[in-house]
């Protein structure tokens, strides 16, 4: 089965802690991107990659980084410099072409404690 | 600034009732638009994506797109309880350009 996966689903950061989220694909997609949703809110793009080792701050990069090493894998870590970082993380790949959506993986909520 | 507007609701239709959710844009190099359902706690899904004026439909939903008034709608018939959820319009600007999303309109069915 052809998919978008994000682990952990929950993560719980301590203060001045960097962690990663994973994101892997199967579908063949060229551009993987990252997305962050506080409650009650829209999607802010984090970070977004179109090809392999290029990528782009999106509108929120601050406090984030990202790699594009593989076609299937866009890792997004959250450095102790985001210091809010609680919130819901969604990551999409899609085809290019003004046809295609985004498919999003089931998404990681990260916690401070 | 490209921008995608829609009300943020909630949206309280009865079951059984048509429900009409809305979308204007603002760039009107924009050609392509999607619609994406999120249940609480859950990744948004795909459930419609329009690219000509006019109508499209897919079971009870319909997408209607009007790009001189730059305005895209959904249109969930006989609605249904589990359909209760928070609507993502996204407008996609240029081949293999990324999405800009709306704030969601929160839809609630009541039985």
């Known amino acids: 089965d052809g998919g978008i996966t994000q682990s952990p689903k929950y993560l719980f950061r301590k203060e001045g802690q960097n962690v990663t989220l994973s994101c892997e694909q199967n579908?063949?997609?060229?551009?993987m991107y990252w997305y962050r949703q506080d409650p009650g809110q829209g999607l802010r793009l984090i970070y977004y990659?179109?090809?392999?080792?290029?990528?782009q701050k999106g509108d929120i990069a601050e406090g984030y980084s990202v790699s594009r090493e593989k076609k299937e894998s866009f890792p997004l870590t959250v450095t102790s410099a985001q210091k809010n970082p609680t919130a819901f993380y969604l990551c999409?790949?899609?085809?290019?072409?003004?046809?295609?959506?985004?498919?999003f993986g089931s998404g990681t909520r990260l916690t401070v404690v | 600034q490209k921008e995608v507007e829609q009300n943020s609701g909630p949206l309280s239709v009865p079951e059984g009732a048509i429900a009409s959710l809305n979308c204007t844009y603002s760039?009107?190099?924009?050609?392509?638009f999607f619609w994406y359902r999120q249940y609480s706690g859950k990744s948004p899904e795909l459930i419609m994506s329009?690219?000509?004026?006019g109508d499209k439909e897919d079971g009870r939903f319909t997408a209607q797109l009007n790009k001189a008034s730059q305005y895209v709608s959904l249109l969930i018939r006989d609605s249904q309880p589990s359909d209760s959820a928070t609507y993502l319009c996204?407008?996609?600007?240029?081949?293999?350009?990324?999405?800009?999303f709306g704030q969601g309109t929160e839809l609630s069915v009541k039985p």
């Open positions: 999409a790949s899609s085809s290019p072409g003004q046809l295609y959506g985004y498919t």
């Open positions: 579908l063949n997609h060229d551009a």
């Open positions: 990659s179109q090809i392999v080792n290029d990528f």
């Open positions: 760039d009107r190099g924009s050609q392509s």
């Open positions: 329009i690219y000509s004026n």
């Open positions: 996204a407008a996609r600007y240029n081949q293999g350009g990324k999405l800009i």
